[in-house]
């Protein structure tokens, strides 16, 4: 890995600090201002290249898109974004409404394993038990993945406007959205009615009271 500068070094430390203290990332406004460069376009120069080295990981979507992977071993905040039905499809908010996140989740950075666009979901219903998905879980799930036939995907139905947790299977001109229960029949959709909005790549199991000691 090549030298960072100095400048490199003062937005690193200034990163990890402002995370630790607010629970989110600083503007590239705040950026500027706290580490003395002049111009948004240096700010925008030193993340570049601090996430080439792998320090950083960006949303350029997002003004506090920067994330600062953990060491092996360590966890992870993710923002729960909504709830989603592991049943009959339910309304949630739109898209827009999602950028903001007022809860954070801890995971295993095994989980998300540096991917980007990665985001939790806590789940409403009984539809994928036998996936060890139950009701009151939060699902991790990652945006822009690959999604394959069998997979477990969030899905936007858009003349519903509601969103449901199934195993997605492409079928030509349709898709099959499968339950995980032996109780409950699969979801039928013209192809074109579909939105795959992520792909599962984890899970955080709700312990039962009788659980806890």
């Given at each position: 890995?090549?030298p960072?500068?100095?400048?490199?070094?003062?937005?690193l430390?200034?990163?990890?600090?402002?995370?630790?203290?607010?629970?989110?990332?600083p503007?590239?406004?705040?950026?500027?201002r706290a580490?003395?460069?002049r111009?948004?376009?240096?700010?925008?120069?030193?993340?570049?290249?601090?996430?080439?080295?792998?320090?950083?990981?960006?949303?350029?979507?997002k003004?506090?898109?920067?994330?600062l992977?953990?060491?092996e071993?360590?966890?992870?905040?993710?923002?729960?974004?909504?709830?989603?039905a592991?049943?009959?499809?339910?309304?949630?908010?739109?898209?827009?409404t999602?950028?903001?996140?007022?809860?954070?989740?801890?995971?295993?950075h095994a989980?998300?394993?540096g991917?980007?666009a990665?985001?939790?979901?806590?789940?409403?219903?009984?539809?994928m038990?036998?996936a060890?998905?139950?009701?009151?879980?939060?699902?991790?799930?990652?945006?822009?993945?690959?999604?394959?036939?069998?997979?477990?995907a969030a899905?936007?139905?858009?003349?519903?406007?509601?969103?449901?947790?199934?195993k997605?299977?492409?079928e030509?001109?349709?898709?099959?959205?499968?339950?995980?229960?032996?109780?409950?029949?699969?979801?039928?959709?013209?192809?074109?009615?579909?939105?795959?909005?992520?792909?599962?790549?984890?899970?955080?199991?709700?312990?039962?009271?009788?659980?806890?000691?």
């Amino acid at each position: 890995m090549p030298p960072r500068t100095s400048t490199r070094e003062k937005m690193l430390a200034f990163l990890q600090t402002y995370r630790q203290r607010n629970g989110y990332a600083p503007t590239m406004r705040e950026i500027a201002r706290a580490c003395g460069v002049r111009s948004l376009s240096a700010v925008q120069f030193h993340l570049e290249r601090l996430e080439r080295d792998g320090l950083i990981r960006r949303d350029r979507e997002k003004s506090r898109g920067i994330a600062l992977p953990p060491p092996e071993g360590e966890r992870e905040a993710i923002p729960v974004l909504g709830a989603i039905a592991a049943g009959r499809p339910v309304s949630v908010p739109d898209a827009d409404t999602w950028r903001t996140a007022g809860e954070w989740v801890d995971v295993p950075h095994a989980i998300t394993q540096g991917k980007n666009a990665v985001y939790a979901l806590r789940v409403r219903g009984n539809s994928m038990v036998d996936a060890l998905i139950g009701d009151g879980d939060i699902v991790i799930m990652q945006a822009g993945g690959e999604v394959r036939s069998g997979d477990v995907a969030a899905c936007w139905l858009k003349e519903q406007q509601e969103v449901t947790l199934k195993k997605v299977y492409f079928e030509r001109d349709r898709v099959r959205l499968q339950p995980c229960n032996p109780y409950m029949m699969p979801i039928y959709e013209r192809a074109e009615n579909v939105e795959v909005q992520g792909k599962l790549i984890g899970v955080v199991r709700k312990v039962p009271p009788s659980a806890v000691l």
